[in-house]
Structure formats: structure tokens, C-alpha cells
Nanobody, 129 residues
Framework: QVQLVESGGGLVQAGGSLSLSCAASVRTFDNYFMGWFRQTPGKEREFVAAISRRGGLQYYGEAVKGRFTISRDNAKNTVYLTMNSLKPEDTAVYSC??????????????????????WGKGTLVTVSS
């Protein structure tokens, strides 16, 4: 069982920056494909970003390309999401997700949330205008 705990959410003004972290409790973190998704009330969960097991490949949703950066530190079992040039429409609960991927499967974007195996509880990001 993989436990994921997000941190770093909060209130930020439009144009500002915020960084999220997701700590994973798992022995073989580098066997997991990791992703960030977000959701607002009444809307379906939206793909934000994902990263391959070793961190060499990153994938982004169209709404965040060029503004958000995903990274990971396998020594710390942690994945990060750095968010710049935030907009009010980025306001959402951001959740970290993991998928066991020991063989490095090919990825198509947008990554579907149904393809992920484990989820954190999420952290709220609010962007004020």
C-alpha cells in the first residue's frame, strides 16, 4: 500500500507562485509513475502534470504548460509541483497520484486519472484575483 501526503497549498495572489510537495511512503518509489491532478466542485478531475520513474520525462496538461514544473527526488520519496504565474482559474484541490510502473510504460497525455493506482487526500490552492 502506498500512502501519499501532499503539502504546500494555500492562498496566493494572481501572478504569484506556489510549490507543492507530495511525500510517498513506499520502499521502491522509483518504480512509480507520479502525477498531479486537480479538481474543483462540480468538475471532473483534471490532469495537471506527471513524471516518469527516474524523472527524465515530464508531461503537462495544456492549461498549465509553460507555467508549472513537476520534479521528483527519489532519494526523498517526494514529488514536487512548482506553480508560477498562477491564475484564479488554477484554484482547486491538488492531489498527488501514483501508479506502479516497474517497466516504464509509454504514456499518452492527458493522463487519465483512472490510470492511477494511489491517491493523496489533496491540498487546496486558492488564487485570488
Amino acid at each position: 500500500q502506498v500512502q501519499l501526503v501532499e503539502s504546500g497549498g494555500g492562498l496566493v495572489q494572481a501572478g504569484g507562485s506556489l510549490s507543492l510537495s507530495c511525500a510517498a511512503s513506499v520502499r521502491t518509489f522509483d518504480n512509480y509513475f507520479m502525477g498531479w491532478f486537480r479538481q474543483t466542485p462540480g468538475k471532473e478531475r483534471e490532469f495537471v502534470a506527471a513524471i516518469s520513474r527516474r524523472g527524465g520525462l515530464q508531461y503537462y496538461g495544456e492549461a498549465v504548460k509553460g507555467r508549472f514544473t513537476i520534479s521528483r527526488d527519489n532519494a526523498k520519496n517526494t514529488v514536487y509541483l512548482t506553480m508560477n504565474s498562477l491564475k484564479p482559474e488554477d484554484t482547486a484541490v491538488y492531489s498527488c497520484a501514483a501508479r506502479l510502473d516497474p517497466y516504464g510504460q509509454s504514456v499518452s497525455t492527458p493522463v487519465q486519472y483512472q490510470a492511477m493506482d494511489y491517491w493523496g487526500k489533496g491540498t487546496l490552492v486558492t488564487v485570488s484575483s
